[in-house]
């Protein structure tokens, strides 16, 4: 059985004022264990009831992806150079017509620019590092560290994690190459509810056979899920979303109320019965 390790001061009563300043986000995350929920089956899906996923945030012109993605055929400064101006255009993709959808890493590996293709993928070379950083921080006050894209002199730093090590790094991603590091270095993945279960099934194998391959217990890593609110969406319906993430597997979820509720009052009150349906 899994401990879970919880901050001494956890009964502490608050009001929800401090609740809302303690936690600093818009959205509730309720970690549970299997055991917690009440045994129900979730809604069976119908072919009517497709959510209408919100627009977090505006979309790219589509001429502008439709740049990144032809210089990703051949064109390396170009490719640099839009990255640079904005970072998101690498997840951009095209459809040049009848679904035929297309990225600038897809259209390196079909015109054989390896230079493209590794430097695309060298974002996640970024994130690598920035983990070595982290593990550096946390364990020891004497810190040095000298890589390719960050660089920190001998330096000292006496304020680390209550928690040996450092907290837990849960992380997400839906390739292979990100599935590959969350087995053999993340303590667990971040998954999203709604995505088709096979395709859930077969990334979560890959972050298993990584974490083998790695010489790590599998069993260590957690799979959370993260579920997302929606507007026409009642809170029961929620729950349902939440007891299927827990009949897949889950060992916990995070629940986002940020683009349904109108105010804190509103989304403490989602929260609370949300809580309630899945104790009752």
């Not at 959370?224 to 009949?247: G, H, L, M, P, Q």
């Not at 597997?249 to 109320?257: E, L």
């Amino acid at each position: 059985m899994r401990s879970i390790s919880t901050p001494k001061n956890i009964n502490r009563p608050c009001t929800r004022k401090q609740f809302l300043i303690g936690t600093g986000v818009a959205a509730i995350g309720l970690i549970s264990g299997r055991g917690l929920l009440h045994a129900q089956s979730a809604s069976p899906p119908s072919a009517d009831n497709v959510p209408d996923f919100p627009e977090h945030d505006p979309q790219f012109d589509r001429a502008r992806v439709k740049r990144f993605v032809i210089a990703g055929h051949g064109n390396l400064p170009a490719v640099k150079a839009m990255l640079t101006e904005e970072p998101h255009l690498i997840n951009g993709a095209i459809d040049w017509g009848n679904g035929d959808f297309e990225t600038a890493l897809g259209g390196a590996s079909h015109m054989g620019r390896r230079d493209i293709a590794e430097f695309l993928l060298e974002r996640g070379a970024r994130l690598d590092e920035m983990l070595d950083v982290f593990e550096k921080l946390w364990a020891d006050s004497s810190v040095e560290h000298r890589g390719r894209f960050w660089e920190i002199p001998p330096s000292t730093f006496d304020l680390r994690p209550a928690q040996a090590g450092g907290p837990p790094v849960l992380l997400g991603g839906f390739s292979p190459a990100a599935m590959a590091r969350v087995g053999s270095r993340g303590a667990g993945w971040v998954a999203i509810a709604g995505a088709p279960e096979e395709f859930e099934q077969q990334l979560w194998g890959m972050a298993v056979a990584a974490a083998e391959e790695a010489g790590r217990d599998p069993g260590v890593l957690r799979k959370e899920t993260r579920v997302n609110t929606y507007a026409a969406e009642s809170v029961a319906e929620t729950a349902d979303k939440v007891r299927e993430a827990e009949r897949r597997g889950a060992d916990g979820v995070h629940v986002d109320f940020t683009y349904t509720a109108g105010s804190a009052d509103d989304l403490l009150a989602s929260a609370e019965e949300l809580i309630g349906i899945l104790r009752a």
